[in-house]
């Protein structure tokens, strides 16, 4: 799987290595109930996890798989972020997590943006979808910034791992509607410049 790099970020696939990184954020109320995992109970818990999502990794073709967000400056892992549910090579699932202490800085929208263009440039997706808890506003945002459409409500649609179901805000982008997405950036860019 290859290394993807933005201005800021390198996105990698992750390796055991990160385990102290992801610790220091796996285990917060703030981030995994709100993903849908558990906050993990301790650092065996967190090096389990990785172990599993290389072993899914490993057995999977083509997938982009789970990656890790990184600094640039500082080689820091400070999230995760992954296309999932690949169906037919045509339409896949983006999921990611952020250590709280990174929130605020752009950092979701940069490494979605450049998932996102993995994805259809050369996976050559059709359709990527992303769903969130209905008030999970940090992630919708990161949704709506990367110009995905607002694409309703499913009711009680997730049951989460402690047994609680939620309601799922569901969100889509088409590739032609991010290429157009894209082409709207860029002009809103060259315009600021001027």
Request: proline share 4%; aromatic share 14%.
């Amino acid at each position: 799987m290859p290394t993807l790099f933005t201005k800021r970020l390198i996105i990698r696939p992750i390796n055991m290595k990160d385990a102290k990184d992801f610790y220091e954020y796996a285990p917060s109320p703030l981030v995994g109930p709100m993903a849908g995992w558990a906050p993990h109970e301790n650092y065996l818990v967190t090096k389990q996890v990785i172990k599993n999502m290389i072993y899914v990794d490993s057995r999977t073709e083509p997938y982009f798989g789970h990656y890790v967000i990184t600094l640039k400056d500082s080689g820091k892992m400070i999230g995760t972020i992954e296309l999932y549910n690949l169906q037919h090579q045509f339409k896949a699932e983006l999921g990611y997590a952020l250590n709280p202490k990174y929130w605020g800085n752009g950092y979701a929208v940069e490494a979605a943006m450049k998932v996102l263009e993995y994805g259809f440039t050369y996976l050559n997706l059709k359709r990527i979808e992303a769903k969130t808890y209905v008030d999970n506003y940090q992630s919708r945002r990161v949704c709506e910034k990367i110009g995905m459409n607002f694409e309703g409500i499913a009711k009680k649609a997730y049951q989460r791992y402690d047994g609680k179901i939620f309601d799922e805000a569901r969100y889509g982008i088409t590739d032609e509607e991010y290429f157009s997405f894209l082409r709207k950036e860029e002009e809103n860019e060259e315009t600021s410049k001027l």
